[in-house]
C-alpha cells in the first residue's frame, strides 16, 4: 500500500482540476538512474496502463496506479507535498530505501 499525505492529497486534486482530469489519478513509479541506482517518477495517469497488472490504490481521495516492478520497491511509501522558501515539490517517504541521495529523488535498496 501506498499513502498520500492530506497535503499531498490536496495539491493532487487541484492539478488535476486545473487539468480538467478530475477522473485521473497519479502514476508512481520507479525506474533506474538517479545519483544511487533508482529514482522515482509521478504523472498524470487517466487509467491507461495496464490495468490487468497495474496496482491500483486509493489514498485520502487520491487514485494511485502502480506497475507490478514498482510496487515491490514502493510498498508501505508516502507521497508528501512539501512547500518550501526555494520552492514546492513532491516527495516519497520510502522505508524500503537504504540509502537516499541529497536531493531526495534518488535511492538505493
Do not use: H, W
Not at 11 to 20: A, D, G, Q, R, V
Amino acid at each position: 500500500m501506498i499513502n498520500v499525505t492530506p497535503t499531498a492529497a490536496s495539491k493532487i486534486s487541484e492539478l488535476l482540476t486545473e487539468e480538467n482530469k478530475t477522473d485521473a489519478g497519479l502514476r508512481v513509479f520507479v525506474q533506474g538512474g538517479g545519483c544511487s541506482g533508482f529514482q522515482y517518477g509521478l504523472m498524470i495517469d487517466e487509467g491507461e496502463g495496464d490495468s490487468t497488472t497495474d496496482a491500483v490504490f486509493e489514498s485520502n481521495g487520491v487514485k494511485l496506479f502502480v506497475d507490478p516492478v514498482s510496487v515491490s520497491y514502493l510498498k508501505g511509501a508516502e507521497v508528501d507535498f512539501v512547500d518550501t522558501v526555494t520552492g514546492g515539490g513532491f516527495t516519497i517517504k520510502n522505508p524500503n530505501a537504504k540509502s537516499t541521495c541529497g536531493c531526495g529523488s534518488s535511492f538505493s535498496v
